[in-house]
C-alpha cells in the first residue's frame, strides 16, 4: 500500500532539507572590541610628619625624606612606625634636617598609585625643594623603595634601599639615580643576595651605586645605618 503525503507537507519537508543542505559551516572568530569607561578610586594612607625645627619661620623650601617601614609595622597604629629608622631619630633630633613623611601600610606591601598620590600631595601642601626628594625603607620598605624608583625614577635624588630586594632585569631604569644600598651578610629575613644582585646588576648598566654590607649583621642593618651621620650628609649632597 502506498503512503500518500499531503503536497503541501512534502513541499515543507523540501524546504526544510534545501535550507539545512545550503547552510554553510561557522567557524567561530574572535572579534577586536573596545571598552572604555572612567572610574575614580580613592587613594587613603595615614602617614607621620615631620617639619624640622626652623620650618614655620622660614620661607626656604626643604629636602624631603620619605621612609617606608618594615611589614612588623603595619596596621593602624602609627605609633608602631616611630620603632625603627627615621621617625626613631627625629623623636630626639628635632634639627632633622629634612621634611620627613612616614607613611603606614595597611597590610602587607605598598600601592605604588596611592605613594604617588600621597607624593604629590605633600609636594602640594609643603614647601619641598623638588630637586632634593629622598626615598628609603627597611626590609619590607627596602623592595617598596627599589619598586618605587624603578616607576618613577625621575622623581628622587636619591635611594637608600636597606636589606630589601628587586628586579635586576630594571637595573637599566636606575642608572641616573645615586643609590647607597645596605644589608647584613648573615640576614635570615631577606637574603643578602637580594642586594648583592642589584648592586651588580647596575654597576653593570653603568649606574652609580654604593653598597654597605655589614659581616656580623642579621636582619637588623637598619639601626646603625640611621644612625650614621654620613647617611645624611651623603642624601643632602645628591640633588636632582
Known amino acids: 500500500m502506498k503512503s500518500i503525503v499531503p503536497p503541501l507537507v512534502s513541499a515543507l519537508i523540501l524546504v526544510r532539507t534545501l535550507g539545512l543542505a545550503a547552510e554553510p559551516a561557522v567557524t567561530p572568530v574572535q572579534q577586536e572590541k573596545h571598552f572604555e ?20 619661620k622660614s620661607r626656604q623650601s626643604w629636602p624631603l625624606m620619605l621612609f617606608l617601614h618594615g611589614s612588623g609595622e603595619s596596621g593602624t597604629n602609627l605609633a608602631k612606625v616611630k620603632v625603627h629608622g627615621p621617625p626613631k631619630v627625629v623623636e630626639s633630633k628635632p634639627d632633622f634636617p629634612f621634611i620627613l613623611v612616614s607613611p603606614q601600610s595597611a597590610g602587607r606591601g605598598w600601592s605604588s598609585d596611592t605613594f604617588n598620590a600621597l607624593l604629590d600631595d605633600v609636594v602640594r601642601k609643603y614647601r619641598v625643594d623638588k630637586r632634593r626628594i629622598y626615598l628609603t625603607g627597611l626590609s619590607m620598605g627596602g623592595f617598596g623603595t627599589w619598586t ?19 628586579n635586576p632585569a630594571d637595573a637599566k631604569k636606575l642608572t641616573s639615580l645615586p643609590i647607597w644600598v645596605f644589608h647584613g651578610a648573615k640576614d635570615p629575613t631577606v637574603p643578602v643576595q637580594r642586594s648583592r644582585d642589584m648592586v651588580e646588576a647596575i654597576k653593570a648598566a653603568g649606574g652609580n651605586v654604593k653598597y654597605t654590607e655589614y659581616p656580623e649583621a642579621k636582619h637588623d642593618c637598619w639601626t646603625e645605618t640611621y644612625d650614621n651621620p654620613e647617611l645624611y650628609r651623603w642624601l643632602l649632597a645628591q640633588k636632582r
Open 37 to 56: 569607561r572612567q572610574i575614580t578610586t580613592t587613594a587613603k594612607l595615614e602617614y607621620l610628619l615631620f617639619l624640622p625645627l626652623g620650618y614655620e
Open 148 to 166: 618605587f624608583a624603578t616607576a618613577h625614577p625621575e622623581r628622587f635624588a636619591a635611594i637608600v634601599p636597606i636589606c630589601g630586594g628587586g
